[in-house]
């Protein structure tokens, strides 16, 4: 079975940096986008980022507008997801989540939870004040 697995996550201060990977332990299917979702603790689990896979089109949660970076890389089939400028409120679990539809060319961007099929177990992000 397919498997998504990050890394990456760990103990920063306030305005540091971090930089999430996601690899595929196999090529799942034919991915149409990615994602990265966070959960902070008790709470739901929310949209980050994500990346239309044809047309590397991005998209990203407006509390990290400006401030974070979404990209792949094919060879590898590995997403990345880079934070800067951390605040004590990006506290969460980030997860990166695949999804088989690509709306490269459209409108429409994958930012919902069915969006995507496969999602990995999430690694923790922990921001210091």
């Known amino acids: 079975q397919v498997q998504l697995v990050e890394s990456g996550g760990g103990l920063v201060q306030a305005g540091g940096s971090l930089t999430l990977s996601c690899a595929a332990s196999?090529?799942?299917?034919?991915?149409?986008?990615m994602g990265w979702f966070r959960q902070p603790t008790g709470k739901d689990l929310e949209f980050v980022a994500s990346i239309k896979w044809l047309d590397e089109t991005t998209y990203y949660a407006d509390f990290v507008e400006g401030r974070c970076s979404i990209s792949k890389n094919n060879a590898q089939d590995t997403l990345y997801l880079k934070l800067d400028s951390l605040k004590p409120e990006d506290t969460a679990v980030y997860f990166c989540?695949?999804?088989?539809?690509?709306?490269?060319?459209?409108?429409?961007?994958?930012?919902?939870?069915?969006?995507?099929?496969?999602w990995g177990r999430g690694t923790q992000v922990t921001v210091s004040s």
């Open positions: 196999e090529r799942p299917f034919t991915i149409g986008g």
């Open positions: 989540a695949a999804g088989r539809t690509d709306y490269s060319g459209s409108y429409y961007y994958p930012h919902r939870l069915i969006d995507f099929e496969t």
